[in-house]
Structure formats: structure tokens, C-alpha cells
């Protein structure tokens, strides 16, 4: 890729790491060399299955989350987590080895104070010319919105949750 942008998901509707997910499927297709970086999720899903039994030579996948961020707040987990996919992605980006890297839920390590917002910024700006750099995750700052090429903002219309209906294996994970 001769030009990489940056792109962020964010919002409260749901929708963000899907969307990510399709793009790297699609640059995948393209045979582009991708890698997923999750920052707060910790939890084993279909994505993980699939991309690690047949998409492992076009997609990487790295988990360094604790789990979903309770009611408490963060843990010294969450914290140790974030800084560890926030190093993994420094590396990553200088690597050259990636067309697309995939920063999945660091906003949400951001506004939890997980990783600092210079550091995210420090990123943005180190990114290599020809890497697309995808940011996902709700609480997006300003100065990320700003400084990125394309921002979608996801909006909850109506969602089946408030039914009561529960996550669903192949759906939400």
C-alpha cells in the first residue's frame, strides 16, 4: 500500500470491532498482512477461531486484555495489559511487516486512563506512511478524532439487549 490512513470506530452503538473485523477480512483478501491488537478484551471468540485456524498467514491476532471493565473500574491487570498491547504495538508499527494494524478497544484503555492519551497520539503520529492504522473502541478523545483521516461514530437506535436477550456465541462473540 503506497498511502495507509487512520481510521477510527467509535461510539456507543455496537458495531466497532465488527466493522474493524470486516476490513481486515477484506484487506486479507486483498493479501494484505494484517494484525489485531485487543487492548481490553480477554475473552476467546469466533473471531479468534477462525483467523487462527485458517487466516494465521494473513491475519495475527494478539489478546492482552483482562476482560471487560466492571462497574469497579480498572484492575492492575487491565493497566499491565493495555501497556503490554500498547508496547506490542509499537512494535508492530515499526516492524514493516503489516499492511493493516488493528488497535481494537485502545480508546476504551485510554478514557480508563489504562494507557496514556500521548501515547496513543505518539502512535498516530509514528505510524509508517503505508500502514492503514484502525482504532476502535468507545470514549474516542478529541485529539484522536481530530488528528484521524476517517472517524465513524456508531449510534444505538434500538438494541435486543434491553429485551433481555443475552450475547450470542457467533453474533456478539
Known amino acids: 500500500m503506497k498511502k495507509g490512513y487512520i481510521q477510527v470506530y467509535t461510539g456507543e452503538g455496537k458495531g466497532k ?31 479468534h477461531r477462525i483467523i487462527e485456524e485458517r487466516l494465521s498467514d494473513l491475519i495475527t ?7 471487560l ?11 499491565e495489559g493495555a501497556n503490554k498491547a500498547l508496547r506490542e504495538a509499537r512494535t508492530v508499527l515499526e516492524s514493516d511487516g503489516y499492511d493493516v494494524v488493528i488497535l481494537d478497544e485502545v480508546n476504551v484503555a485510554v ?18 506512511e503505508n500502514v ?4 476502535t473502541g468507545r470514549y474516542a ?11 465513524t461514530e456508531m449510534k444505538e437506535v434500538t438494541h435486543y439487549w434491553k429485551k433481555g436477550v443475552k450475547a450470542r456465541h457467533g453474533i456478539e462473540w
Request: aromatic share 4%; proline share 2%; charged share 25%.
Open 17 to 47: 470491532t465488527t466493522a474493524a473485523l470486516g476490513l481486515a477480512l477484506r484487506a486479507a483478501g486483498a493479501g494484505m498482512r494484517i494484525c489485531i491488537i485487543q487492548f481490553v478484551k480477554s475473552r476467546r471468540c469466533a473471531e
Open 61 to 67: 491476532i494478539r489478546k492482552f486484555g483482562a476482560g
Open 69 to 79: 471493565i466492571g462497574e469497579g473500574g480498572p484492575t492492575g491487570a487491565d493497566k
Open 111 to 128: 478514557h480508563y486512563g489504562l494507557v496514556s492519551l500521548s501515547d496513543l497520539l505518539d502512535l498516530m503520529e509514528k505510524k509508517p
Open 132 to 135: 492503514e492504522l484502525i482504532i
Open 141 to 151: 478523545a478529541k485529539e484522536v478524532m481530530t488528528r484521524a483521516d476517517l472517524v
